[in-house]
């Protein structure tokens, strides 16, 4: 702990940039004790309903229950889940002014419903509209992103595919980032490989690293080392990452690996494999969202990245043994950092 100690103090100095897809998660909770007589199926007497944020605003989330400065830029659809989705990030403390609203969409829900702490099912309602013409950015966003970019300290982008990241955003805001020389790191969706362009990093979990590489054409994946798609071993995966990452010509590639931790490839040095901290795992429903937040929050802080990594890595360890798509406090994560590995 020790030598994070003045790292970890200096999270409440940065400001952090949150751009993509913003999603309103509802949970429903109750018990189920009888099956209704209209259809075969169970009937939940609800007890409990709330709202938390998902998608990119759960990046957010993470960011400010580690005391940074936040500023979340993305949008909604103009209906009562889009003004629910600021409320709940304004009592987080997460500046909102950059989520504009966007008529043809509806705001993103994602309704879970569960029964004596299992999930019985969950409801989806989306529109995805992709802006790949740029007129939402060039109109809404990129005004706003501009006239307050010299205030940031990082830029996470969090793609999950639902319209809002596409290359004009993602070119813009990589230039401003290079230009002002803070670390700018991407949450990926495999189909939109290519937008991103020469950021810091990007952090795909194992899953999304080997649809990566079986979307890379198989002349390319022999131009670049790469021998198998399957990782399914450690080797596997520090070959193929070395591989993935001279392919996309980025800075440092972060691939997490579930209970097996995660592997940081840097330009010109040996992978490194960092073993997982967690003891106990319930849930990794967002564990991705902390590692991004709290790996780029590092980077902005002044840690190098082998360190962020390590940091991120004990945030994940935390987070997986708690329900639902939840956060780590600056206190957790201390106590974490402070136990011997």
């Known amino acids: ?28 909770k109750g018990t189920v004790d009888r ?10 007497l609800q007890q ?3 709202y938390t944020p998902g998608g990119a605003a759960n990046v957010a989330n993470n960011l400010s229950s580690l005391g940074a400065k936040v500023t979340v830029v993305g949008r909604i659809g103009p209906d009562l889940e889009g003004e ?16 504009m609203s966007d008529s043809r969409v509806h705001t993103i829900l994602k309704t879970r419903v569960v029964a004596h702490q299992q ?34 300290d990082g830029v ?5 595919g639902k319209g809002i990241v596409q290359p004009p955003l993602v070119d813009d805001l990589t230039a401003l980032a290079r230009q002002a020389g803070i670390p700018i790191v991407v949450d990926p969706k495999v189909e939109h490989l290519k937008f991103y362009g020469p950021v810091t990093s990007i952090t795909p979990n194992r899953k999304e690293a080997e649809n990566a590489l079986r979307s890379l054409e198989p002349d ?5 080392g790469i ?5 399914d071993s450690l080797d596997a995966v520090k070959k193929a990452g070395v591989g993935l990452l001279n392919y996309l010509g980025i800075a440092s590639l972060l691939i997490t690996l579930g209970e097996d931790g995660m592997c940081l490839f840097e330009e010109g040095k040996v992978p490194l494999h960092i073993p997982t901290r967690a003891q106990e795992v319930f849930d990794v429903s967002g564990a991705g969202d902390t590692v991004i937040a709290v790996f780029a929050l590092a980077l902005a802080a002044g840690a190098r990245k082998m360190d962020a990594a390590d940091i991120a890595n004990h945030a994940a360890g935390i987070v997986v043994a708690k329900i639902g798509a939840a956060s780590v406090t600056i206190a957790e994560l201390a106590d974490s950092l402070r136990e011997p590995a």
């Open 220 to 224: 390319t994946r022999k131009a670049f």
């Open 156 to 160: 996470i982008i969090s793609d999950y």
């Open 35 to 44: 099956i209704s007589p209209e259809a075969p199926v169970p009937i939940l």
């Open 48 to 50: 409990e309903e709330f």
């Open 84 to 99: 629910l989705l600021k409320r709940v990030l304004k009592e987080r403390k997460i500046r909102t002014a950059g989520i």
């Open 119 to 152: 999930q019985v099912v969950r409801i989806d309602r989306e529109k995805v509209v992709d802006d790949s013409d740029g007129w939402f950015y060039d109109e809404k966003i990129a005004p706003f992103i501009h006239k307050h970019f010299a205030d940031l």
């Open 1 to 28: 702990m020790p030598k994070y100690t003045n790292l970890i103090a200096n999270f409440r100095n940065c400001h952090i940039l949150v751009v993509g897809d913003l999603i309103l998660d509802q949970y429903i």
């Open 227 to 231: 021998t198998q798609v399957r990782l």
